[in-house]
């Protein structure tokens, strides 16, 4: 199995990688360690690296591809390769086939990890690194209250953070990737072996899925999405069905507030008619108490006249 993973920065192309050297039992090839191990322990190579790099320049993709060549020579290599983060543009890509082709091992597979620029921020900024053995850990996927600690090293050294991957960079990255490594998929489609697979969710899954792809005769132009398609099948509905929640709770909570104000129109109708009884209510008894004060200071009237008429006349009132 000779295999190239490609995808944006984030999308889980060295977590598969590690994976699938376990799986199949064949090694990561990564030009970043490569260069690494190179200037370490100073290769003419190395030494032609460091040099460029000192001068703040790009390391030249001749001098990568002849550690590629270096390291497939290396007897673990024999059974096949991973190669992650190379090719990044299409003269790597050319050059890589041609290196190939002439030590009679070309590829047999290139698959394309596919993530949303959102979630790859989002993994990019969360990633972790040992700085002994290289291990890619990610915060968001480790579990909760877990130590950032490497777990494959017997010193468990402390997990740190690349001083690229922070949010700030990764718009960069995305950027150069669109406009370098992202017309790869073209070159790759038109050589019939380039798959796809849906990279997010859980990682078990991905795995799952990839090995499916890499152990699986290839199929000309079809792209694999299973676990994409449920996934996104599965999300689809959950928005329909938050949708379709949201919309009750609408209507549930308009229906709530017409009977609210309806109530209150009834409640303020009553409010007013028992104001306008009790206001009646009182003129009335306010009438009916002026009609029995008018008469009782009638009868009053009348009976001072009856005793008045009924006294006799003093005598002596007629002399002065």
């Given at each position: 199995m000779r295999i190239v993973l490609l995808g944006a920065p984030g999308s889980g192309k060295g977590?598969?990688?590690?994976?699938?050297?376990?799986?199949?039992?064949?090694?990561?090839?990564?030009?970043?360690?490569?260069?690494?191990?190179?200037?370490?322990?100073?290769?003419?190579l190395g030494v032609a690296a460091k040099q460029a790099m000192q001068a703040?320049?790009?390391?030249?993709?001749?001098?990568?591809?002849?550690?590629?060549?270096?390291?497939?020579?290396?007897?673990?290599?024999?059974?096949?390769?991973?190669?992650?983060?190379?090719?990044?543009?299409?003269?790597?890509?050319?050059?890589?086939?041609?290196?190939?082709?002439?030590?009679?091992?070309?590829?047999?597979?290139?698959?394309?990890?596919?993530?949303?620029?959102?979630?790859?921020?989002?993994?990019?900024?969360?990633?972790?690194?040992c700085p002994s053995c290289g291990a890619v850990y990610n915060i968001y996927s480790m579990p909760v209250?877990?130590?950032?600690?490497?777990?494959?090293?017997?010193?468990?050294?402390?997990?740190?953070?690349?001083?690229?991957?922070?949010?700030?960079?990764?718009?960069?990255?995305?950027?150069?990737?669109?406009?370098?490594?992202?017309?790869?998929?073209?070159?790759?489609?038109?050589?019939?072996?380039?798959?796809?697979?849906?990279?997010?969710?859980?990682?078990?899954?991905?795995?799952?899925?990839?090995?499916?792809?890499?152990?699986?005769?290839?199929?000309?132009?079809?792209?694999?999405?299973r676990a994409g398609k449920k996934r996104k099948a599965k999300a689809k509905s959950k928005v329909k069905a938050k949708k379709k929640g949201k919309a009750k709770s609408k209507a549930k909570a308009k229906s709530k507030a017409k009977a609210k104000s309806k109530a209150k129109s009834k409640t303020n109708v009553k409010t007013k008619v028992k104001v306008r009884v009790k206001v009646k209510t009182k003129a009335k008894a306010k009438a009916k108490a002026k009609a029995k004060a008018k008469t009782k200071a009638k009868r009053a009237g009348r009976k001072t006249a009856k005793r008045r008429a009924k006294r006799p006349a003093r005598k002596g009132r007629a002399r002065r």
């Open positions: 977590t598969q990688s590690q994976r699938l050297v376990k799986r199949f039992g064949i090694p990561q090839i990564s030009t970043g360690d490569l260069l690494r191990s190179a200037v370490a322990r100073g290769t003419p703040g320049k790009l390391v030249e993709d001749a001098i990568v591809l002849g550690m590629i060549r270096e390291r497939l020579a290396e007897a673990d290599a024999a059974q096949g390769f991973i190669l992650d983060g190379f090719p990044r543009n299409l003269v790597q890509a050319r050059a890589l086939d041609e290196m190939l082709s002439e030590l009679g091992r070309p590829l047999t597979h290139v698959v394309q990890l596919d993530v949303p620029y959102a979630e790859l921020t989002r993994r990019i900024s969360g990633r972790r690194n209250g877990g130590q950032l600690h490497c777990s494959a090293c017997d010193a468990k050294p402390p997990l740190v953070q690349r001083p690229d991957d922070n949010e700030a960079t990764v718009v960069e990255r995305l950027k150069v990737y669109e406009s370098q490594t992202r017309p790869l998929i073209d070159y790759y489609a038109a050589s019939g072996m380039l798959q796809f697979i849906d990279a997010q969710g859980d990682i078990d899954e991905i795995t799952a899925l990839l090995t499916h792809v890499l152990t699986a005769a290839p199929v000309e132009g079809v792209k694999v999405r």
